[in-house]
T-cell receptor, first 113, second 110 residues
Framework: AQSVTQLGSHVSVSEGALVLLRCNYSSSVPPYLFWYVQYPNQGLQLLLKYTSAATLVKGINGFEAEFKKSETSFHLTKPSAHMSDAAEYFCAVSDQGAQKLVFGQGTRLTINP | EPEVTQTPSHQVTQMGQEVILRCVPISNHLYFYWYRQILGQKVEFLVSFYNNEISEKSEIFDDQFSVERPDGSNFTLKIRSTKLEDSAMYFC????????FGSGTRLTVV
């Protein structure tokens, strides 16, 4: 079975600071990995995805994530936080043949002015 | 940009009542899903639907739940007899090359 662990249910950074949201996964087969963002009262918006091509994946809004097989990690980063980045972030995994996504618990990102 | 549309955005129902949550997936997508998110918890898979039948379902998706694609455009989730613990945000998604999620329906069972 696949699983995702997001370290830190709440992360707070200052505007302009580096954003680092951690995600570790467990999968017995090569995974597909995703980061989604959820703004208040909205649905899940795809930030980026890894599907076995380049290990460094660039997404929308300046976010990127690096797939590290040896560490079973897929951490999300952004060099400089913006107030509009405040939201809930979810890491998710699927295997390459399955259809369903398995989500982590989510990390609420707060940006301090 | 194509969207997945869910209605209603918020529904309050009494325990024991039936509810139907509605979704209009993206028109050329072939795979459809329901997920739920209990307040403060993670998003959980409920069911996937392809070619007019359920392709996978989770342990949560028991006999109280059913899905239907009644007219080729809508995709519905029915809960026959709601329980307090069914209170959650329910997300519909459809998949073509990638997933697209709807904005969700917040179901409150009182």
């Amino acid at each position: 079975a696949q699983s995702v662990t997001q370290l830190g249910s709440h992360v707070s950074v200052s505007e302009g600071a580096l954003v680092l949201l951690r995600c570790n996964y467990s999968s017995s087969v090569p995974p597909y990995l995703f980061w989604y963002v959820q703004y208040p009262n909205q649905g899940l918006q795809l930030l980026l995805k890894y599907t076995s091509a380049a290990t460094l994946v660039k997404g929308i809004n300046g976010f990127e994530a690096e797939f590290k097989k040896s560490e079973t990690s897929f951490h999300l980063t952004k060099p400089s936080a913006h107030m509009s980045d405040a939201a809930e972030y979810f890491c998710a995994v699927s295997d390459q043949g399955a259809q369903k996504l398995v989500f982590g618990q989510g990390t609420r990102l707060t940006i301090n002015p | 940009e194509p969207e997945v549309t869910q209605t209603p955005s918020h529904q309050v129902t009494q325990m024991g009542q039936e509810v139907i949550l509605r979704c209009v997936p993206i028109s050329n997508h072939l795979y459809f899903y329901w997920y739920r998110q209990i307040l403060g918890q993670k998003v959980e898979f409920l069911v996937s639907f392809y070619n007019n039948e359920i392709s996978e379902k989770s342990e949560i998706f028991d006999d109280q739940f059913s899905v239907e694609r009644p007219d080729g455009s809508n995709f519905t989730l029915k809960i026959r007899s709601t329980k307090l613990e069914d209170s959650a945000m329910y997300f519909c998604a459809s998949r073509g090359l990638g997933y697209t999620f709807g904005s969700g329906t917040r179901l409150t069972v009182v």
